[in-house]
């Protein structure tokens, strides 16, 4: 099992930004791959983006937030990040982390998700 907890999440003015966290516990993560999805309101849950842990350095984003949003993580702390710069009141969602083994296609951990509200 891998439980995940984010946080980081709130309110923001458009062209702000925000970081979000995501502590992962209960099993090494050497051989997950860690991302983060988010729904919006009325929406289906889309994907953000993603990162292996092993390398730290394969990374993979949506179109829709590629150029603004960084992905991260800190072996360390085991803990993955989103950096979120340059927010637009379309980012406005519930974020949530989630976790993968890497040759699996589907992520059968997750967070309870974290609110992002990005006000205009």
């Known amino acids: 099992q891998v439980q995940l907890v984010e946080s980081g999440g709130g309110l923001v003015q458009a062209g702000g930004s925000l970081r979000l966290s995501c502590a992962a516990s209960g099993r090494p993560l050497s051989s997950y791959v860690m991302g983060w999805f988010r729904q919006a309101p009325g929406k289906e849950r889309e994907f953000v983006a993603a990162?292996?842990?092993?390398?730290?350095?394969?990374?993979y984003y949506a179109d829709s937030v590629k150029g603004r949003f960084t992905i991260s993580r800190d072996n360390a702390k085991n803990t993955v990040y989103l950096q979120m710069n340059s927010l637009k009141p379309e980012d406005t969602a519930v974020y949530y982390c989630?976790?993968?083994?890497?040759?699996?296609?589907?992520?059968?951990?997750w967070g309870q998700g974290t609110q992002v509200t990005v006000s205009s």
């Open positions: 990162i292996n842990w092993r390398s730290g350095e394969t990374t």
């Open positions: 989630a976790a993968r083994v890497q040759f699996l296609r589907d992520y059968n951990y």
